[in-house]
Structure formats: structure tokens, C-alpha cells
């Protein structure tokens, strides 16, 4: 693994924050010129990604120390700001991604949901990069493997050395890789592209399963639920659920998405 990607005796990057931060660079100049192809307000669609940028980095961060590691952080409330070294949940940042993108469409009368259409793909491509990240990090790590394709870990990452792992974050990538080859394809087809919600709904209804099968390999804990089931599987459901509803909405797409 490659956990510090630049180190000096006073200074250090970790390759998790180095690829992320790449990532949410890609995907905001993406989103520039997908509302430039779409016929979109491409101030508007800036606006939306710096919300959700401040969004997914609070969302991530309190839901980890909320959810997972509540009572580490009241023992240790100076690590809450150290951000750097880890300590994000992706279903956190979405969600307060997507409250703050809502409530900025109803401000400024965007449509919210063709909005979401065309965040989709870009969310699906930031997931799938962010998850190597993780892969370089040694977080978000699986369970012990026999398998042949097992990762061992070396000491000094989260993940436990010396012992075959499921590769949980390569999975998750190459899922969601999948996952944004097909919404490219489906966007397309007519009865996606005069509908809105249906490219994000289909994303929820994709990545919700791709999630919920890799929790299933996951080793790494991440917050009590009911049934021995983690947090993110039972978000996994209702993401899922969302997904579902948004695809039998039967609304046309809203040509008014411009300031």
C-alpha cells in the first residue's frame, strides 16, 4: 500500500486526501462541461458543486464521528478537526450534500432533479476513484479471505497486517466503474432523457446494491445497527427505495433550470 504519498520531517500528504482531492477536482470541471452539453445554467451547476463539495466534507465527518466513533471522539475532541488522517462516511456526505443541493435549488427556483441527472455519472466517477483512495489508505477494509486475489496489508494502515483481505475498496470500484458506464448509456435513451430523476434514481438503485453487497465483505467496523446489520446496509435499503420511487416518477423534464 502506499499510505503517505509525500513525506518530509515536518510535512506529509496522505495519498487518501491527494486522490480525493483530484477527484473532486475532476468531477467539478465534468460537471462544467456536462451542463455545457446539457443545455444547462453552468454557473448554476458550479454553484451546486461547491455546495455540495462543503456538504459531503461535513456530512462525511460527522456522521463518522456520530455514528462510528462517538465515544473515541469525546475521549479525543481535538482529533474531530484533524480531517487529514481520516474519518469520512460516504452515505453522511451524500446526504448532506443532497439537503444542502435542495435546499439551493428551492432558493434559487432550479429543478432539483434534473440537477440530480446531471450530478449522477459524476458522483458514480468520484465514488470509484475516492474508493482507491481507501485501497491506498488501508481503510474501508475486508474481512479475511482465502481467495487468491486476498490483499495483505502492511503494518502502519488501519487495516490489520499480515493477514489476507477481501479487497473491499477495489470492489466498490470497479462496481461503481460499472456503475457509470451504465448511467452513460441509460442517460441516452429517451425514456430517461425526458424524465427527470430517472438517471439519479437509477444511480441510487445501482450503487445501493453494489454497496449492500460489499458490506456483506466488509471487516472494518462501522457503527451499531439492528439485526448485525452496519449503518450503510440499512442506508444501502433506503437509498435503494429512493431509487425506485424517483424511477416511476412519471414527470416530464422541467426545461426551466436556468437562474
Not at 451499531?224 to 440499512?234: C, E, K
Request: a positive charge; glycine letters at 10%; proline letters at 5%.
Amino acid at each position: 500500500m502506499w499510505p503517505i504519498l509525500y513525506q518530509t520531517p515536518s510535512f506529509f500528504i496522505p495519498t487518501y486526501l491527494a486522490v480525493n482531492s483530484l477527484a473532486f477536482c475532476f468531477c467539478i470541471l465534468w460537471v462544467f462541461f456536462r451542463a455545457k452539453a446539457l443545455n444547462h445554467n453552468q454557473n448554476a451547476a458550479l454553484n451546486l458543486s461547491l455546495t455540495a463539495m462543503i456538504g459531503t466534507f461535513i456530512g462525511a465527518r460527522l456522521f463518522h464521528i456520530i455514528f462510528e466513533r462517538p465515544s473515541f471522539y469525546l475521549l479525543n475532541p481535538s482529533l474531530i478537526f484533524q480531517f487529514w488522517i481520516g474519518g469520512f462516511v460516504f452515505y453522511g456526505g451524500l446526504g448532506m450534500a443532497l439537503v444542502l443541493c435542495y435546499l439551493h435549488c428551492r432558493l434559487k427556483g432550479y429543478n432539483f432533479l434534473v440537477y440530480a441527472d446531471l450530478f449522477a455519472p459524476v458522483i458514480a466517477a468520484g465514488y470509484a476513484v475516492g474508493r482507491l483512495g481507501c485501497f491506498f489508505a488501508g481503510c474501508c477494509f475486508g474481512r479475511q479471505t482465502d481467495l487468491q486475489w486476498g490483499v495483505v496489508f502492511p503494518s502502519g494502515v488501519e487495516a490489520p497486517p499480515g493477514i489476507p483481505l477481501h479487497p473491499t475498496q477495489i470492489y466498490s470500484s470497479l462496481w461503481e466503474f460499472g456503475v457509470l458506464a451504465a448511467l452513460l448509456i441509460l442517460e441516452r435513451r429517451s425514456e430517461f432523457k425526458n424524465r427527470t430523476g430517472r438517471v439519479f434514481g437509477m444511480w441510487l438503485i445501482l450503487h445501493s446494491m453494489g454497496r449492500g453487497l460489499v458490506e456483506q465483505f466488509r471487516g472494518d467496523f462501522r457503527g451499531r445497527a439492528p439485526f448485525n446489520l452496519s449503518i450503510s446496509t440499512w442506508l444501502s435499503i433506503v437509498a435503494l427505495a429512493a431509487g425506485i420511487y424517483l424511477l416511476g416518477l412519471k414527470r416530464n423534464k422541467n426545461a426551466s433550470t436556468t437562474s
